[in-house]
């Protein structure tokens, strides 16, 4: 008879190791606000329910077959939980809840013109490594890591790391993208995960075929250059190298390389044009020292050209396109960090740091749409809407996506339902007409689409006519929450007539929480 000794050493460990948490650790609640109740988790469906019934208006003829799918946070066991032990206490964020993928597919069902749409909805989680663990043990297990005492953060992130051999969970739950005929949900704590469009099934992790083993941008962007069907990915990390910069074609990575920073930049999303990537080198970083101490043209590092311009935080850029020899980024900036740091006092269950919580609609925005001149090593910023209205979550026609394109989309933050609750909340959609100035001022002009009071958005997404010859001829497409009816929807907005009422709201059956991005996927690409 022969024994494994290693096996039974791990297996006498993790026994040891988890006695050690249960018997240090205490898994509390995060409660919710009432404000905040709306962000809570879900159950699964367990399959496609028809919401066909539940259709107010009518979903246009030239409205394409697809698949309308948006990722977000969505905690198992119940919701977040906080620790408390000898060592103090430590918290989760919101944003930190495992994914789960919100989908309403569109079908043709015979003649369009007398109503012939059939619509499905599904919701499922996003089954990453550490979903499976934990959905495995059917108990919570990853201690939380992000906020609270420094020596319980301290200890959670070297239990985890002994236990699993990974100091917190693989949450997947900010976007989804397609590249070469595949789906993919993705959060930059980790690789992507392959997603079955249709049944929403997680597949597999997704390594490059095992050339990419570190973070993978929330935000990929295809390659401008003619021709090109290429994907261009980042990926940040807290050791070196801190930022490396990949080029996809098909299955492969055909391109890699470490632009030598000094320092962890928490870059969400990246700009591309025909010639070049543009990275938002902004100063909210990932350093390990601070925490221990409480605190298309292929080129190299030394072909990248830095520019200064006023610190803020830019997470999401609407576009970027070359004009002759100037490179304009179009993008929401904002003045602070929209991440609270470790110190975040524990009964703030909310995300928004305090410089970023306003208390009347009378105070100066956070994020508002600017634009980025680069030329001959000068940058010109301005703001294009100035500070009326605060948005983020933007969207173009994908096809002006690294060219000049005349009209953007996003959501609009509620300043006063933000602040009360601690986490953004989206009041409305705006629509910007970059190349029509305002007609009192130097700004650009903006149509806005706003919500019945207490109703909220998350997920918006441009859809083009399949008809449409003009680059703002389509749909917005969006989930929205009413919180005094607890009924969730969503909402096409014709984008030729944006101020009026929607062309059509369809109910769901269940709440849909508050989450990240959205995409409208054309069936024809799908299958």
Same mark, same amino acid.
């Given at each position: 008879?022969?024994?494994?000794?290693?096996?039974?050493?791990? *297996?006498?460990?993790?026994?040891?190791?988890?006695?050690?948490?249960?018997?240090?650790?205490?898994?509390?609640?995060?409660?919710?606000?009432?404000?905040?109740?709306?962000?809570?988790?879900?159950?699964?469906?367990?399959?496609?329910?028809?919401?066909?019934?539940?259709?107010?208006?009518?979903?246009?003829?030239?409205?394409?077959?697809?698949?309308?799918?948006? /990722?977000?946070?969505? @905690?198992?066991?119940?919701?977040? +939980?906080? $620790?408390?032990?000898?060592?103090?206490?430590?918290?989760?964020?919101?944003?930190?809840?495992?994914?789960?993928?919100?989908?309403?597919?569109?079908?043709?069902?015979?003649?369009?013109?007398?109503?012939?749409?059939?619509?499905?909805?599904?919701?499922?989680?996003?089954? $990453?490594?550490?979903?499976?663990?934990?959905?495995?043990?059917?108990?919570?297990?990853?201690?939380?890591?992000?906020?609270?005492?420094?020596? &319980?953060?301290?200890?959670?992130?070297?239990?985890?790391?002994?236990?699993?051999?990974?100091?917190?969970?693989?949450?997947?739950?900010?976007?989804?993208?397609?590249?070469?005929?595949?789906?993919?949900?993705?959060?930059?704590?980790?690789?992507?995960?392959?997603?079955?469009?249709?049944?929403?099934?997680?597949?597999?992790?997704?390594?490059?075929?095992?050339?990419?083993?570190?973070?993978?941008?929330?935000?990929?962007?295809?390659?401008?250059?003619?021709?090109?069907?290429?994907?261009?990915?980042?990926?940040?990390?807290?050791?070196?190298?801190?930022?490396?910069?990949?080029?996809?074609?098909?299955?492969?990575?055909?391109?890699?390389?470490?632009?030598?920073?000094?320092?962890?930049?928490?870059?969400?999303?990246?700009?591309?044009?025909?010639?070049?990537?543009?990275?938002?080198?902004?100063? =909210?970083?990932?350093?390990?020292?601070?925490?221990?101490?409480?605190? @298309?043209?292929?080129?190299? &590092? !030394?072909?990248?050209?830095?520019? +200064?311009?006023?610190?803020?935080?830019?997470?999401?850029?609407? /576009?970027?396109?070359?004009?002759? !020899?100037?490179?304009?980024?179009?993008?929401?900036?904002?003045?602070?960090?929209?991440?609270?740091?470790? !110190?975040?006092?524990?009964?703030?269950?909310?995300?928004?740091?305090? +410089?970023?919580?306003?208390?009347?609609?009378?105070?100066?925005?956070?994020?508002?749409?600017?634009?980025?001149?680069?030329?001959?090593?000068?940058?010109?910023?301005?703001?294009?809407?100035?500070?009326?209205?605060?948005?983020?979550?933007?969207?173009?026609?994908?096809?002006?996506?690294?060219?000049? *394109?005349?009209?953007?989309? &996003?959501?609009?933050?509620?300043?006063?339902?933000?602040?009360?609750?601690?986490?953004? +909340?989206?009041?409305?959609?705006?629509?910007?007409?970059?190349?029509?100035?305002?007609?009192?001022?130097?700004?650009?002009?903006?149509?806005?689409?706003?919500?019945?009071?207490?109703?909220?958005?998350?997920?918006?997404?441009?859809? @083009?006519?399949?008809?449409?010859?003009?680059?703002?001829?389509?749909?917005?497409?969006?989930?929205?929450?009413?919180?005094?009816?607890?009924?969730?929807?969503?909402?096409?907005?014709? $984008?030729?007539?944006?101020?009026?009422?929607?062309?059509?709201?369809? $109910? =769901?059956?269940?709440?849909?929480?508050?989450?990240?991005?959205?995409?409208?996927?054309?069936?024809?690409?799908?299958?």
């Amino acid at each position: 008879m022969q024994i494994d000794v290693t096996k039974t050493f791990k *297996n006498t460990s993790g026994k040891v190791l988890d006695f050690l948490v249960d018997s240090m650790f205490e898994f509390v609640d995060q409660e919710f606000l009432p404000s905040q109740s709306k962000f809570g988790p879900v159950d699964e469906l367990g399959g496609e329910v028809a919401v066909t019934s539940g259709i107010r208006g009518k979903i246009p003829d030239d409205f394409p077959e697809g698949i309308y799918i948006r /990722n977000g946070p969505n @905690p198992l066991f119940g919701g977040l +939980k906080s $620790t408390r032990s000898v060592l103090g206490q430590s918290s989760h964020l919101w944003i930190e809840g495992e994914g789960m993928l919100h989908a309403l597919y569109f079908s043709r069902d015979g003649d369009v013109s007398d109503g012939g749409w059939t619509v499905h909805y599904n919701n499922r989680h996003v089954e $990453t490594e550490t979903f499976k663990l934990e959905k495995q043990r059917n108990k919570l297990s990853f201690l939380p890591a992000i906020g609270g005492d420094l020596p &319980a953060i301290l200890s959670a992130y070297l239990l985890n790391l002994l236990r699993f051999g990974k100091v917190n969970k693989y949450l997947s739950n900010t976007n989804v993208f397609e590249h070469s005929g595949k789906f993919y949900s993705i959060a930059e704590n980790h690789i992507p995960q392959e997603i079955d469009i249709i049944t929403l099934e997680t597949l597999g992790n997704w390594d490059v075929s095992g050339a990419w083993n570190r973070p993978f941008t929330s935000h990929p962007k295809g390659c401008r250059a003619p021709g090109s069907e290429e994907l261009v990915i980042l990926g940040v990390d807290a050791v070196k190298p801190f930022m490396e910069i990949g080029i996809i074609s098909g299955i492969e990575l055909i391109h890699k390389v470490d632009l030598k920073l000094n320092r962890c930049s928490l870059c969400h999303e990246l700009g591309v044009t025909e010639r070049y990537n543009v990275i938002m080198d902004f100063p =909210l970083t990932l350093e390990l020292n601070r925490l221990v101490n409480g605190g @298309p043209v292929q080129g190299d &590092a !030394d072909s990248v050209r830095w520019f +200064k311009v006023e610190p803020n935080c830019t997470f999401h850029i609407i /576009n970027s396109f070359e004009d002759g !020899d100037e490179v304009v980024v179009w993008a929401c900036k904002a003045p602070d960090s929209v991440i609270p740091g470790p !110190d975040m006092a524990l009964n703030q269950f909310g995300w928004l740091p305090r +410089k970023l919580k306003p208390t009347s609609t009378s105070q100066e925005n956070d994020f508002s749409p600017d634009e980025l001149n680069i030329q001959g090593g000068e940058v010109n910023e301005r703001y294009l809407t100035g500070k009326r209205l605060s948005m983020d979550f933007p969207m173009i026609n994908g096809a002006f996506s690294g060219y000049k *394109n005349g009209y953007g989309y &996003a959501q609009v933050v509620d300043s006063v339902a933000s602040s009360a609750s601690g986490m953004l +909340k989206y009041s409305g959609l705006a629509k910007l007409h970059f190349e029509e100035p305002a007609e009192v001022s130097l700004e650009i002009k903006v149509e806005t689409h706003m919500f019945e009071e207490n109703s909220f958005c998350s997920g918006a997404s441009f859809v @083009p006519n399949r008809r449409g010859l003009e680059e703002d001829d389509g749909w917005v497409i969006t989930f929205v929450h009413n919180e005094d009816t607890n009924i969730s929807q969503v909402y096409m907005i014709d $984008t030729k007539k944006f101020s009026s009422e929607p062309v059509a709201q369809i $109910t =769901l059956p269940c709440r849909v929480p508050y989450g990240f991005h959205g995409a409208f996927i054309p069936i024809s690409s799908s299958t």
